[in-house]
């Protein structure tokens, strides 16, 4: 078979398996599957994608695929396959159904010195198993599909390709249907980890226990989500739990992951996504579905957690107000608020998410607000094409937003070099940028006997100006200071991709810190 044929067979493949998003990053050993992309572009039956960065190309797929649609990111052979590998893990930890297509050598040439060629098969590890694309592909498997592709010259087509193909369903992540109940009595608390899903606060609702949810939960809605819930785990109300329902992959808080680790306290699993289904933790029951109850629990327990919650919360808003300078935190609970019902926020890893997490507001159940963030591994890169990816496969008029910080928006700044007549959404990236990484002054690293070392192995300033970043790329910036100013910021988007860059703080983080946790009662 050509190498023209074979790259056609595998986008009618791709889009026979639901696939309708196709990111190409360029390269001639797999110019005969750019060139069927384009073509089926060109029938309507997918939408093409092209990025210079393997590694943003990889993420741009990730957010396509993280949002409702099937994308495949297409790249030539060698280090380029290799650039895949971060977006390649985040998917198959996070259960995401990204294809990833590489263009490799043909079979005579495997193993020797040939030109950009290595070993492709089973390149990213035994998580992802490597098909052939000579032979009967399976593309309805959950979690990333890996099709190495061998391509000899002729590497261009004689003609150009009309397809007939009917494009497929994207792969359904079901969840079973299986009733099971458990009995209230023991003080419960259900843990909603990231992509839990509706089912943990149908099941806190119907209990009427305490729902402690991450932001990127999906379950982060209705009256038993509490907000300051890491605050509160290190109190007497906390050390009064007994028994703990997990839902989805909790990663955020070490309040957290010390409750599950007590001795003290019953923990009862639900399935968790990704390829590693075993938990860290203790667990002392399994059950293949959230449970429900045959009857609400004593409400005096969930009072109690609001009582605290509330008290908590407000004492939190007052010292973040009182203070002189924009904090991080006060950026995560803008950046929520102007989060509509419908609308779409992207958030990147370290301290971003977990000051959203104590700033989130009580959404309304049914809003349809979708936060995502690449908890899989929980790395910060690619987050600037995880958004754009996102935004991409949401409606255009879905308001999105990002936040994250500098540090985070510098490892992934090709992502703002799109070319013309690519697709863009309108997305606002909210950067908190305090010139390095804060996330450490919070931990062990931070602690005041390792300040001689701290700034040159943790803090890493960088200077870097963002406008200038920005410019190079004609991406629209906007530099705030203020709560008003970021405020103003965010009810006046552009269109378009732009970055918002937040000015705060670092050099009192671990004070600020110290400062919130003592808010404790």
């Not at 009967?136 to 959950?142: I, R, V």
């Not at 309040?255 to 938990?279: C, E, F, K, M, N």
Request: with cysteine.
């Amino acid at each position: 078979m050509s190498s023209t044929a074979l790259a056609r067979s595998v986008l009618t493949a791709l889009v026979e398996a639901g696939v309708s998003e196709v990111v190409v990053a360029p390269g001639s050993r797999n110019a005969p599957l750019s060139f069927a992309a384009y073509d089926a572009a060109a029938a309507g039956l997918v939408r093409l994608h092209t990025r210079i960065d393997e590694r943003s190309a990889g993420f741009l797929a990730l957010g396509l695929s993280r949002n409702g649609r099937r994308a495949a990111v297409v790249c030539t052979s060698g280090t380029a396959v290799a650039n895949l590998h971060p977006a390649v893990l985040e998917a198959a930890h996070a259960d995401v159904d990204l294809v990833v297509v590489t263009a490799d050598r043909p079979a005579r040439l495997r193993g020797t010195s040939a030109n950009q060629t290595t070993d492709q098969v089973g390149v990213f590890g035994p998580l992802v198993e490597t098909q052939d694309a000579t032979g009967a592909l399976e593309l309805g498997t959950s979690g990333p599909v890996h099709v190495n592709v061998p391509l000899d010259e002729p590497l261009v087509p004689e003609d150009r390709w009309t397809p007939h193909v009917t494009p497929g369903e994207p792969v359904q992540h079901l969840r079973p249907a299986v009733h099971l109940t458990v009995p209230v009595g023991p003080r419960t608390v259900v843990v909603a980890g990231d992509d839990a899903g509706p089912p943990a606060r149908v099941l806190a609702e119907r209990a009427g226990w305490p729902l402690l949810a991450e932001p990127s939960s999906g379950s982060r809605t209705g009256e038993n989500a509490i907000r300051t819930y890491r605050l509160l785990l290190g109190t007497e109300l906390g050390e009064r739990v007994e028994r703990v329902v997990v839902c989805g992959h909790p990663t955020l808080s070490r309040p957290v992951s010390r409750l599950l680790a007590r001795p003290d306290v019953q923990v009862i699993d639900t399935p968790a996504y990704g390829v590693w289904h075993d938990r860290p933790f203790p667990v002392d029951e399994r059950l293949p579905a959230v449970p429900s109850v045959d009857a609400p629990d004593d409400p005096a327990w969930l009072e109690e957690w609001h009582a605290a919650d509330r008290s908590v919360g407000r004492r939190l808003d007052a010292l973040l107000a009182a203070e002189p300078d924009l904090t991080p935190h006060e950026v995560a609970g803008a950046v929520a608020r102007a989060l509509p019902e419908g609308g779409l926020l992207v958030v990147g890893a370290s301290s971003p998410i977990r000051d959203l997490d104590l700033m989130v507001p009580r959404y309304r159940v049914g809003a349809r607000r979708k936060v995502l963030a690449n908890r899989g591994l929980s790395g910060i890169d690619g987050t600037v094409s995880t958004a754009i990816g996102a935004a991409l496969a949401r409606p255009s008029s879905t308001r999105a937003l990002a936040l994250m910080g500098d540090v985070t928006f510098l490892h992934d700044a090709n992502g703002l070099v799109v070319g013309p007549g690519e697709p863009v959404p309108d997305l606002t990236i909210v950067v908190v940028n305090d010139d390095g990484g804060s996330i450490f002054t919070m931990l062990e690293q931070g602690a005041e006997e390792y300040a001689a070392q701290y700034e040159r192995l943790f803090g890493t300033p960088h200077g870097v100006d963002l406008a200038s970043l920005c410019a190079a790329t004609r991406t629209p910036h906007l530099r705030v200071t203020s709560l008003p100013e970021l405020e103003q910021a965010l009810t006046s988007p552009n269109g378009g991709v732009e970055v918002v860059e937040a000015v705060v703080r670092r050099d009192n983080r671990r004070a600020l810190d110290e400062r919130i946790h003592a808010l404790r009662p």
